[in-house]
């Protein structure tokens, strides 16, 4: 099948946001044009709401977002060739351009999309194949100990292992440094060497309770390398805080340093002081953020006997709202923590349930409703929610403009996560949304097998059936 052409929706979309001089950069995410504009009162509004493609536009953390649906990638490329934009989108920001005031929220869920939102696709489909080698572990003994299982492993794990250097490079763009400067410093914290070291004699440890027990290794001239047992693998926040660090040095570089020497001298400067900075200082603040983070959720998960249930509920109810504002994107940080840390996470077990209701909710509007060009939307947002676990269509395009569905798909998420926090079930692996999150629920080291699926499964049709019974019951379509 050719590739459907985007090009005139991209222009109108670009009309709509004022021009490409009012833009600052453009990104994307699952669903969602992502634009930072100059002056976002000539961007109209109405006119990109109404245009065939456009399911929503929205206005959250300082950004303006033009929600499209799952063709966001190609309704992207199609904006990049008609704007004219390059280099992801991004535009150089005019230095006499006043800086607009954001609060701190907005400032940190801008940063963490920016960095997390390139490598979403990737990530997910990992993900899949890690799920997908659990389960084919499970039904066939022995098969983690074949060639085969190795090789795809790789496909599975090598993204994950190597984290800090992917989020080196995107974090790179977020704060406008050098990428493969960022990217050096990133192998630098996996370096084999260094992860090594966390395998040999304990010098000296300090115990912080509930924020951990901090060990060193080794010592840079005199000074403690303090690591975490695991080294800094698949960590998250490390890297971020260095790229941040490094980007201010190259900033400050560049202002004074004499271009005969800077394409060498500033990349040396820049990377030896991020990374021993970044050892012996950097590293254990984050390793300090990120325990007292996973601890503080371990504690609300870990209340006596109505712990799990609480902190369950509390995630499946208001997860799509977060959706809704951009907030979901703060917690995958402090998943990835849970899953480094623990090997496991809650977070990610308790919003399993929420496709599936807004789900269900849309297939009983699309029964009830005759209205051809409102089936026409229905069908393809209930298809994506149920498989792909991709909500927006479904949010912004059916349940949100009716409110009352949106308020009952997140009931019926509420009552989902309920049997995920009374059975315990955890995610053990990040992976994609929908069905395909279901493989996460399988416990790679064969303890539970597949208990944690099943318990999933059973929760996400508990969240679809109380959802669609809600709304076929209630749901009048002339009202709407």
Sequence with gaps: MAKKNYDDLAKQILDG?????NIKSVTHCI????????????????????????????????????????????????????????????????????????????????????????????????????GLLALVSFLIPGFDETGTYTLLYTVADGIFYFLPVVLAFTAARKFKMNEFTAVAIGLALVYPTMVALTGGEVLGSIDLGVAGTFSWYATFLGIPIIMPASGYTSSVIPIILMVWFASKIEHWCRGWMPDSVKMFFTPLLVMTISVVVGYLVIGPIATLITNLLSSLFQAIFNLPVVGSVVGSVLVGAFWMVLVIFGFHWSLTPIMLVNLQNLGQDFILASMVCHSFALGAVVFAMYLKNKDENFRGIALPAMISAFFFGVTEPAIYGVALPDKKAFVKACIGSACGALVIGLS???????????????????????ANGITGMIWAIVACMVAAVVGFVLEFTTYKPEEA
């Design 31 to 130: 669903t969602r044009l992502r634009f930072k504009l100059y002056d976002e009162s000539k961007a109209d509004t109405d006119t990109i709401s109404k245009l065939p493609g456009v399911i929503q536009v929205l206005n959250p953390n300082g950004q303006y977002h033009v929600v499209v649906g799952n063709k966001v990638e190609d309704v992207y490329d199609s904006f990049l060739k008609v704007s004219g934009l390059t280099g992801g989108g991004e535009v150089a920001a005019d230095d006499d351009a006043p800086e607009e005031k954001k609060s701190a929220a907005s400032v940190l869920i801008d940063i963490i999309t920016g960095i997390f939102g390139p490598i979403l696709g990737p990530f997910c489909a990992a993900g899949i194949v890690k």
């Design 424 to 446: 315990g079930a955890v995610c053990y692996m990040m992976g994609s949304l929908g069905m395909f999150q279901w493989l996460c629920f399988i416990d790679p080291s064969g």
């Design 17 to 21: 946001v004022g021009g490409k001089e």
